[in-house]
């Protein structure tokens, strides 16, 4: 009876360290995704500490500017939601909505284009090359897990 004790509390810790090793390896898989999805400054090769700083600067002033406009596109996806899911939706609040949404969207890539394009400005021309070639890279990755996020398998 202690053998079977025993053996039943060894499977069931090896399948925990088990778990818990696959979650490890999970979470490096995340952060190795993330980071294809995120350009980092290391994608850029030989850059001066001059660089980065200005690039470091550059994608700061980016979030603060585009943080609320993403906090405002949310709002409306939530509102939106609420407006599409009622009994009697009214089109014309919905159509509007959607032209909001459009309008932020605009905003939100125009000042990601700003920000490229002054990040370019800094970069030698061989820096240049790198960062274009990776940024189609990530954004093509991008677009197939885009594509495939809602398969389940």
């Known amino acids: 009876m202690k053998r079977i004790t025993f053996l039943i509390v ?3 810790v090896i399948s925990a360290a088990a ?9 490096g ?3 190795m995704e993330m980071a294809q999805y995120h350009p980092k400054q290391e994608m850029i090769p030989d850059l001066t500490d ?6 470091k600067t ?5 979030r603060k500017q585009t943080l609320p406009i993403h906090n405002q596109l949310e709002e409306k996806k939530a509102k939106m939601k609420t407006l599409a899911t009622v009994d009697s939706p009214d089109m014309t609040q ?11 969207q605009a905003e939100l890539m125009k000042t990601k284009s ?8 800094l970069l030698t021309d061989e820096q240049q090359l790198a960062f274009d070639a990776k ?5 093509e990755k991008f677009r197939h897990h885009q594509q495939h996020k809602d398969c389940k398998f």
Request: net charge positive.
């Open 10 to 12: 060894a499977v069931i």
């Open 19 to 27: 778990i818990a090793q696959d979650k490890g390896e999970m979470d």
């Open 29 to 31: 898989k995340k952060k």
């Open 50 to 55: 001059e660089q980065r700083e200005a690039i």
């Open 58 to 62: 550059i994608r700061t002033n980016g």
């Open 94 to 104: 919905i159509d509007a909505l959607i032209d909001e949404m459009s309008g932020l």
């Open 114 to 121: 700003r920000q490229i394009q002054e990040i370019r400005s």
């Open 135 to 139: 940024k189609h890279k990530m954004k």
